[in-house]
């Protein structure tokens, strides 16, 4: 007899946040953001960054606008329930959001792989991702101990495959521990990809 034991999952949390005035409102924020910030715009074209990030310009969009403010409290709720299900030992500590920035990514662009260093959670939620727009592509956290691993079949089941693309839908929220590498391939709609990203930290 004999078993199959899966251990050390990487968990990926979903959800739909289900308000259409949230969603408009908030892509009328991101849109208006992508115009009216000088320095956002800025440091997107001096740092090599396709499109528009309000990531190192502007630090307190739940201040400034209440969609935002509505749409942190919302994913405050989520983040809560993922944090359940990774069974954190918190202490007398909680997680907090510490950063939310806009994303606006036209035809054309991309964002390399990466990771949220220094910080628990993290997440998008999506505000428009028109037809043909990139899915958010996320790896192997085992890649690097991978050495002599033959690759996988191409039919192979997803848990099993080396890059796993998760297609949103406007109002789709994901959530994953920081250290997971992730990206999104080049955006091949006509249209703007716009999303809303974010990191959780322990205090």
Known sequence: MSEIITLFPTR???AEIAEPDLLDEVEICCRTLAEDDEAGRSWSQKHGYPGYTSYASLDDLPWRFPAFKALAKAIGQHVSAFAKTLEFDLGKGKLVMDGLWVNVL?????????????????GTYYVAVPKGASALRLEDPRHAMMMAAPPKKAKASRENQPF???????????????????DVPINR??????????????L
């Open 12 to 14: 990926l949390y979903r």
């Open 164 to 182: 796993v693309s998760i297609e949103p839908q406007p109002g789709t929220l994901l959530l994953w521990e920081s250290w997971l590498r992730h």
């Open 106 to 122: 036209p035809q054309g662009g991309f964002h390399a792989a990466h990771i949220h260093p220094h910080s628990v959670i993290s």
């Open 189 to 202: 709609a006509e249209d703007e990809r716009i999303s809303v990203s974010f990191n959780y930290n322990w």
